[in-house]
């Protein structure tokens, strides 16, 4: 039997030979059997005789033909998946196509997605199919009223809602944990116990659902204690027709999401309200005091040592505070940037241990894993996740070796992960509280800021999963969670990467490096970190603000300068400033420029880089942040000599 899928494309003046494989506007789609006709065809000839398993549909703003077509698709083939492949929020062709793989309407007949054959002659299959239509639950004693509801959905122009029927509310209740429907539709009149009174219940389980008051009596009083108790909205029996209810389903959800919203946007006002008022004056009053206590007179210099220790604990835990308020808050934000893709999780846990690399030093570990399945997330919040999981993992774990293991299993459309250790569990008392935040548990190695689990659930949540601890019967803590599964890469080896280093070739010379920056603390520690600390020969030029630098680049008695290190937040010229400068200037756009900056606000990283900056570190700038940023620019380089390290120039 042949499993390949039938596509049929419905698109305005881009027709395919279908000898034609290589066709640039279809690349990846080769493994399906595609055919490809104008919108102006007979498209009702068309899918009776090729008989498609979904459809591609070209759907315009500036053109009504794609929405008529659309209409007359439900209408005639109302249970047929369609898919738009240009749609009203400006993606591009290659981009819709892309989701194509991940992002599949679901229609009633359900198949296996076979991806084309891949260089190797391996066949991927495509993650299965996400949920794209609502699911609404109609909870409702009467069978013809529950028909009612389900005609009028079924009758709407796109095939965008399954429905489900539950006779009464413990059925109902059951129903709302089974399926996790996107809407419920309640009647207010039950034998033996009203609507109201299911939905407090509901509203206890689950506070997110959107919930609409089915009655046939036209009460203001039964609307306004629904909407009291927390219902979306009311409707009479005797007004619901197909527009009338799909119009309150949606105005529904989407005020029940902007209630979500502000929910989320007033606990991280409560973060960062707390987090200045309490949590950053701790750190704050150890680095004063003893401070103070190391600048006095007489004091033992190998207390003096201790002080310094201890100011400097508390100064990185108080960075860690404002990095973690800071991420938390920045979550509440939906960029574009931060849409998903689909990744290989191996990579991304790979990053995750890279960042982590400092702690996994501190103490014996084990940290294993291995056929991770794929995920279709953003890749920075992923990271995140398995960066804060991982790091909660070490530092509870048992302290003579601190084991963590990370595993995952497939299930309709998603990937259940468990992050497991070794240390001596969380009570069950707990397991809920500690995902709120600022909640602690206090018999880590190090101590936390009480943020990790809080950013991890907004990061599950946001992409559509569950994060929970699971009970262990043996020792250690279990953390699950849920993420959309994505497809497997699949990758050809190119060749192996040189190796670093070495003494340095023919025609190099120690670069010249020019540091943009207003702080003078900022310009003395990159100087003493590098040159002193790090050992690397280098010449460095310091200038104040972009303006400087610019009469400094273009003063041609100065050296020529081969890398630019370059401060965001400066005076009379600042660093976007001065990158647009550069950027207008032909001669300049030449010199390679690494970002430094005490921001690592994703906005910041991403506006860096649209300008032209090659590298973006957060301060303060030591060699190994250096040698890994400079990597991928060819005029420079860190080679090792005998004593020391340098940093060479080709130019």
């Not at 299959?125 to 005609?151: G, Y």
């Not at 970190?529 to 680049?553: C, M, P, Q």
Request: overall charge negative; aromatic content about 6%.
């Amino acid at each position: 039997m042949n499993d390949t899928v039938k596509i049929l494309a419905l698109v305005s003046g881009r027709e395919r030979d279908n000898t034609q494989s290589e066709d640039a506007w279809w690349e990846g789609l080769d493994g399906f059997e595609l055919t490809v006709v104008d919108l102006d065809a007979d498209f009702e000839s068309e899918i009776k005789a090729i008989k498609p398993d979904l459809l591609l549909l070209e759907c315009l703003l500036n053109s009504g033909n794609g929405v008529a077509r659309l209409e007359a698709l439900r209408s005639s083939f109302p249970h047929l998946p369609v898919f738009l492949i240009s749609d009203p929020f400006g993606n591009s062709w290659e981009e819709n196509i892309s989701k194509f793989h991940s992002l599949l309407s679901r229609g009633k007949k359900s198949r296996s997605l076979v991806r084309a054959k891949t260089v190797d002659q391996t066949q991927v299959d495509t993650p299965p199919l996400a949920r794209s239509r609502r699911r609404i639950l109609v909870i409702d004693d009467d069978p013809e009223d529950r028909e009612l509801v389900r005609r009028s959905l079924e009758r709407t122009m796109s095939d965008r809602y399954e429905v489900f029927e539950a006779k009464d509310g413990e059925e109902g209740l059951r129903m709302v944990e089974a399926l996790e429907p996107d809407c419920a539709l309640l009647d207010y009149s039950f034998p033996g116990k009203d609507g109201l009174s299911i939905l407090s219940e509901i509203r206890a389980e689950r506070p997110e659902l959107p919930i609409i008051l089915l009655t046939g009596l036209g009460s203001e009083s039964v609307a306004v204690k629904a909407l009291q108790l927390g219902a979306q909205d009311y409707i009479l029996k005797s007004t619901i027709n197909k527009s009338i209810l799909h119009q309150i389903i949606v105005n529904a959800c989407q005020r029940q999401e902007m209630q979500r919203k502000m929910k989320e946007q007033q606990e991280s006002l409560t973060v960062f309200t707390r987090a200045l008022a309490h949590d950053l004056k701790e750190p704050i009053r150890s680095i004063r005091s003893f401070s103070q206590l190391a600048m006095e007179e007489g004091a033992d210099p190998s207390d003096q040592k201790q002080y310094i220790r201890i100011v400097d604990s508390a100064a990185g835990h108080m960075e860690k505070l404002v990095d973690m308020v800071h991420n938390y808050t920045q979550l509440d934000d939906e960029p574009e940037e931060l849409s998903p893709k689909s990744h290989s999780t191996e990579k991304l846990v790979e990053q995750a241990l890279e960042n982590l690399s400092r702690q996994i030093r501190e103490a014996p570990n084990r940290i294993a894993y291995e056929n991770l399945h794929p995920v279709f997330a953003n890749e920075t919040l992923v990271v995140s996740l398995f960066q804060n999981l991982i790091s909660n993992a070490l530092n509870f774990a048992h302290e003579s070796l601190a084991e963590v293991r990370i595993s995952s299993v497939e299930e309709k459309g998603w990937v259940e992960f468990s992050v497991a250790d070794n240390g001596p569990g969380i009570e069950e008392s707990m397991r809920n509280k500690v995902f709120r935040p600022f909640v602690r548990l206090e018999n880590g190695r190090r101590r936390g800021t009480g943020l990790g689990l809080s950013i991890c659930r907004k990061i599950v949540q946001r992409n559509g999963g569950k994060i929970w601890i699971e009970p262990n019967h043996r020792q250690g803590t279990v953390i699950k969670f849920t993420l959309p599964l994505g497809i497997q890469e699949l990758e050809t080896k190119t060749g192996e990467k040189a190796p670093a280093g070495g003494v340095g070739g023919e025609g190099m010379r120690i670069a010249n490096v020019l540091q943009v920056d207003d702080n003078p603390n900022d310009l003395f520690l990159t100087k003493m970190s590098l040159k002193n600390l790090d050992h690397l020969e280098l010449n460095i030029y310091t200038v104040e603000n972009g303006k400087e630098a610019l009469r400094f680049l273009k003063d041609e008695s100065n050296e020529p300068i081969d890398l630019i290190l370059l401060d965001i937040n400066m005076p009379i010229m600042d660093g976007f400033e001065f990158l647009k400068k550069m950027n207008e200037e032909g001669d300049l756009r030449r010199i390679p420029t690494i970002v430094c900056s005490t921001s690592n606000d994703d906005r910041d990283i991403r506006s860096a880089k649209k300008l032209g900056a090659l590298g973006y570190i957060i301060k303060p700038i030591r060699l190994a942040k250096l040698e890994s940023t400079i990597a991928p620019i060819d005029t420079v380089k860190i080679t090792k000599t005998v004593d020391n390290y340098r940093l060479e120039s080709s130019g």
